[in-house]
């Protein structure tokens, strides 16, 4: 479990916490206390992100040690599970690269491929694993963390500047115990998409815009994040050129003209892989035919997936407690009270949630699609004001949800996470 981050820190004189005799109980809990008020809000960041990574690691090692033994009699250990699911994808990239033709199945339609799988990913790993020699699982398991510590570093960063530290800490808190986290370890593009999104988001906060085109570029190429960015983007520069507030300064020249090339760049971005999936493939569609093969129909339709799951699921009244529900989130996040985050976190989260429902199906995958909405973290932390009882309550839960979904999600043979 993290440490408290809302207890403040003894203010005795130096001289009174040392004694002679043996330690006083609690005396290793208040020098942690101490570490949190001197330490750089990075070094907790990667504190906090280093311990959830333990937690999931010893989870993984668990079911590793549960799934009986391999062909040769050895048990499972970390490493050989390590490279699970998108895994065994992004490993066929990295030895085989894409198809120049589409696979089809015995009924002519779209078999499963690696166009799916974005080139980013792959691209880091087989370079680490040049340089280095490492395997495979490894190269990929150190560069999904890496990219998860530059994540969450950033992440503090950016929601500090509009809510402040300790809800910023607690952000970082409740995005690396989230259920779905433990991807930010595995090989799957999580992390690096991530840190991208954050690099991009901490740009627009400070008005970086040149510097944001090459990660908004590098965006279109890790994970399918890149439409619902670029109507941030365009958002962004609505509100900062035409919406301007009554006494806020304007931009210069030079900074339109970089807005406007970022707002290009994310267009690019939204289309760059299903157009370079067309160009070596011959078909326009290949992209999303590809995509199509993983769904049953394999069909592309925006929205039935969400609608047809409500109604299998909840009955006939499914689809009309699925709007309620997306009302209510968009209410809660466009709410006074939730100007916790900034009005780009809120534009992101916005427009994140549309396209999951416009372009995303409802299973399995969907825990690990929620991790880009990390702003939403911040304000279920700040529900009630300085409660820690409640963000400890919160985030023992959600590490409860990230052994379940080790368990019964990520390791089954059936449900692909």
């Known amino acids: 479990m993290p440490r408290d981050l809302d207890v403040s820190v003894d203010r005795a004189p130096p001289a009174t916490r040392r004694s002679v005799g043996p330690a006083r109980p ?86 499963q491929n690696t166009w799916a799988f974005y080139p980013l990913l792959p691209a880091l790993v087989g370079a680490l694993m040049a340089l280095t020699g ?65 690099g991009v988001l901490l740009c627009l906060q400070r008005r970086r815009y040149l510097l944001a085109v090459p990660l908004v570029l590098l965006v279109g190429l890790a994970r399918p994040i890149a439409v619902p960015l670029a109507a941030v983007l365009v958002l962004h520069a609505v509100r900062v050129v035409v919406l301007r507030r009554p006494g806020e300064e304007p931009l210069t020249r030079g900074s339109v003209a970089a807005l406007g090339a970022l707002c290009t760049a994310g267009v690019v971005a939204a289309a760059e892989w299903p157009v370079i999936a067309a160009m070596r493939t011959g078909r326009p569609d290949a992209y999303t035919q590809t995509m199509a093969s993983w769904r049953n129909p394999r069909q592309m339709r925006a929205f039935v997936p969400w609608h047809d799951a409500a109604e299998r699921y909840l009955g006939s009244p499914g689809m009309a407690i699925l709007v309620l529900a997306v009302a209510a989130l968009v209410v809660w996040v466009a709410r006074p009270q939730a100007a916790v985050i900034a009005g780009d976190l809120r534009a992101w989260c916005l427009c994140y949630v549309a396209y999951l429902l416009a372009a995303m199906d409802s299973f399995t995958s969907l825990p690990r699609y929620l991790l880009p909405l990390f702003p939403l973290g911040t304000l279920l932390a700040a529900v009630t004001r300085d409660s820690r009882a409640y963000r400890v309550a919160l985030t023992v839960a959600f590490a409860t949800g990230s052994v379940v979904w080790i368990a019964v999600v990520w390791r089954s043979r059936t449900m692909a996470p």
Not at 35 to 59: K, M
Not at 61 to 67: D, F, G, T, V
């Open 26 to 111: 609690g005396a290793g809990w208040s020098a942690l206390l101490r570490l949190r008020s001197t330490a750089p809000d990075w070094v907790l960041a990667l504190a906090i992100f280093a311990a959830s990574r333990l937690v999931d690691g010893y989870a993984i090692a668990r079911n590793a040690a549960l799934a009986g033994t391999m062909s040769d009699g050895r048990p499972y250990g970390y490493l050989d599970i390590l490279g699970n699911w998108d895994g065994t994808w992004y490993r066929a990239v990295i030895l085989h690269g894409y198809p120049a033709h589409l696979p089809l199945d015995v009924h002519g339609q779209v078999a």
């Open 134 to 198: 490492w395997s495979y699982v490894v190269a990929a398991s150190v560069v999904s963390i890496g990219g998860g510590a530059i994540a969450v570093v950033g992440m503090q960063k950016l929601v500090a500047a509009a809510a402040g530290r300790r809800l910023a800490l607690w952000t970082v808190v409740l995005f690396c115990f989230f259920p779905a986290a433990a991807v930010l370890q595995l090989p799957y593009a999580e992390s690096v998409a991530m840190a991208l999104l954050v």
